[in-house]
């Protein structure tokens, strides 16, 4: 089957102690609203799950400036879901268009998946 937007891929951006956070849990909100507050952005997307959050923030003056992340809860890591076609630019409709063609829920069910994905060989 072929994907709209090609193959996606995980990039691993930073971690809770990189932030120079403490442990977020059980009030994990705290450490996504930090990572919002870089970008100045507010979440459109948020979906929390016990393993890990799928989230998609945007620039509130442009709805057409989402990107999609994940964050780990266990391995406290925060992760950009990338896709060989555009995927700095989605908006609230995109985001639920790729969330089921791509099976998003799977990396905030099981963010482990995205290690495997990250360390395969050839991947960068």
């Known amino acids: 089957m072929q994907l709209s937007r090609g193959k996606i891929t995980p990039h691993r951006l930073f971690s809770v102690k990189d932030l120079g956070l403490g442990n977020p849990e059980p009030h994990v909100d705290r450490v996504i609203h930090a990572?919002?507050?870089i970008g100045e952005a507010v979440a459109a997307r948020w979906i929390q799950m016990p393993k890990g959050i799928l989230f998609m923030p945007v620039v509130p003056e442009n709805p057409a400036s989402g990107a999609i992340y994940v964050y780990d809860r266990q391995l406290q890591e925060f992760f950009?879901?990338?896709f060989d076609g555009p995927d700095d630019n989605l908006t609230a409709q995109d985001f639920a268009q790729l969330f089921s063609e791509?099976?998003?829920l799977q990396y905030a069910e099981q963010p482990a998946?995205?290690?495997?994905?990250?360390?395969?060989?050839g991947s960068a």
Do not use: A, K, T, W
Request: a neutral charge; aromatic letters at 16%.
């Open 35 to 37: 990572f919002l507050q």
């Open 80 to 82: 950009l879901l990338s």
């Open 102 to 104: 791509y099976s998003l």
């Open 113 to 121: 998946l995205l290690q495997v994905q990250f360390s395969s060989p």
